[in-house]
């Protein structure tokens, strides 16, 4: 078998991939939604028998180290997700040159460059989730969203929105996608609009901590508040008391989509993130936005 780093020399192909999330430590390890996207990205490298190299981020320390390992020539290219508006990762990897597909749409573009990402459509689920709950009478429905500096939050409260058109923005409290911030959101819900009948919960895990409150509250769900999550993922949806109604985006598969669509751009070898999604089957669109599900269970 051929010396790897000689046969690197030959081919400029390290064979490994940096997947970067824009997130500390304890948020990544703690959220399944990253567990299946890494499931995902992970199978598809090692079809290919590409090595993942895993990057966190827990502060502006980090943003230059990763930055400077991606410059450092390492990798063959990066998938990178969790992006909140305000990072300074996108521009560190455009300076560090390389192939980049993205998880989720993102909220920047400098114009300069084609960026591909893979997403699932938030808006529209958020949408459907939203009128299956007005489809049940449910009137005063309040949302819980998740961080409005990740456009995915920015996307499901603007889903929210198409079909609330006029919604008391008391009914609206913005949270961070945990368990912890979903109590205290419900919480500040109730206070605000204690006769709310339902509630959408822009990630299961918001939803699972606002199924809590309700409880300690004595309200019963679905009879006196029904409620829909984001994401279904199982772990968390079949267990919450009762099921959680959900609006399922296939996560693993997004990330085996961002490995397919960089792996595909390096064979081409492009050297622009563009040339990934260019390499799509059929002539598919650079970007690829997957569909949603409504999946109804107990809760709504």
């Known amino acids: 078998m051929p010396n790897q780093a000689a046969r690197s020399l030959v081919t400029k ?9 824009a997130e500390p430590e304890t948020r990544v390890f703690a959220d399944p939604f990253f567990a299946l996207q890494l499931r995902g990205i992970s199978k598809e490298l090692t079809a290919h028998d590409a090595q993942l190299v895993l990057l966190l981020t827990e502060g502006r320390d980090d943003h230059t180290r990763v930055g400077r390992y991606l410059a450092g020539g390492h990798v063959d290219g990066a998938l990178v997700f969790s992006l909140h508006l305000d990072d300074p990762l996108p ?10 597909v993205f998880g989720g749409r993102p909220g920047w573009s400098d114009g300069s460059r084609r960026v591909v990402y893979v997403d699932s459509d938030n808006r529209g689920g958020a949408r459907e989730a939203v009128r299956h709950l007005a489809g049940l009478g449910r009137r005063r429905i309040g949302h819980i969203t998740g961080p409005l500096d990740q456009t995915s939050a920015v996307d499901r409260l603007d889903g929210f929105r198409d079909v609330m058109v006029d919604a008391d923005p008391r ?15 419900m919480r500040e819900l109730l206070d605000r609009c204690p006769d709310l009948d339902a509630v959408f919960a822009a990630n299961d895990l918001t939803a699972s901590g606002a199924l809590r409150v309700l409880r300690e509250r004595g309200l019963r769900v679905p009879e006196d508040v029904a409620v829909v999550g984001f994401d279904d993922m199982l772990p968390v949806a079949e267990q919450t008391d009762p099921p959680l109604t959900t609006v399922r985006q296939d996560i693993e598969e997004m990330g085996r989509l961002m490995a397919r669509l960089l792996l595909r751009g390096l064979d081409r070898g492009d050297g622009e993130t563009g040339g990934a999604g260019e390499a799509a089957v059929g002539g598919a669109p650079r970007s690829v936005v997957l569909p949603t599900t409504l999946i109804r269970r107990a809760s709504a």
């Open 91 to 100: 521009g560190l990897i455009q300076r560090a040159g390389v192939p980049t």
């Open 171 to 185: 009914l609206i409290v913005e949270s961070d996608f945990t368990p912890a911030d979903g109590e205290r959101a």
């Open 13 to 21: 192909r390290h064979d490994a991939v940096a997947v970067v999330i």
